[in-house]
């Protein structure tokens, strides 16, 4: 079976690539699927400081440098994912061999999410040639969504599959969901809500998934889950109320 690697791309910095990274990834991993969290920003790592973690004697730029095996730099979090972090500080790397390097065939049959840099600098190009699918996220503004256009056109000109745009950080009064559609000429495949509990989860190195699996984000996230999986996602409803009622009866 073939790999399945899905990069999550945006043009403009801090639209949430890192979070939606964790968070589909345990998303996945929750559905039973095998999935392996790479970061690819190799200048502004953050993937492992998202989980808390940032001492590592071995990341993937240690793989690129041909130094050590990929699977010497996986680690795994207490929510359960599993990740490659990327070095806090690097000056260079070459990320041309990062194509080579997720061929290997232990990962087949997995889901591999690279959590890219943001821009399209040749680092982000060599991200794209890497991954077999793509997601936009933006979030619902003017910069952001201008930005996701240049992405898109890059990932249509080098026929990468797009999987959709995510919108991130939606609130009521935002631009509407059809005109970022229009604009971009990609389907919506999920909109997560601006939410207070990210934060929260950050400060406690969790994953929001972990930290509050009820909240509309982490819903959301799910849904998306479900879409790239190709299976139905029914948020349950009141699930608060049942558990009192279960604890009520017993
Ligand atoms: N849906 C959301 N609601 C509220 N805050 C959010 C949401 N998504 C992300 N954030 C916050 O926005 C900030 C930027 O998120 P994140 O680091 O994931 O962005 P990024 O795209 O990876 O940034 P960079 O381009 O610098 O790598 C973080 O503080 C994160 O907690
Ligand atoms: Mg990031």
Redesign the pocket.
Known sequence: MDQNIIGIF?GK????????TVNLSLALAQFNKNVLAIDT?FK?S?LGL?LGMYQFPVTIADVLLSEKNLLEAIYIHSSGIRIVPAPLYVKEIDTSKLKDILSAPFLSENFVIL?S??GLEKNVIDVMSACNSAII?TTPDIPAITDAIKITEKLKEMSIPIRGAVV??NMKDSIELEDIEDVLGVNIIGV?????D??KS?SLRQPLLSFNPYSP?SIEIKKIAAKIINEEFKPEKFLFLKRIIKGIKK
């Open positions: 945006s910095g801090g639209v949430g690539k890192t979070t939606l920003d502004m953050g998202h959590d840099p943001p996220l991130n950080m997560i809500p601006f939410d207070k990210i934060k950050l984000a």
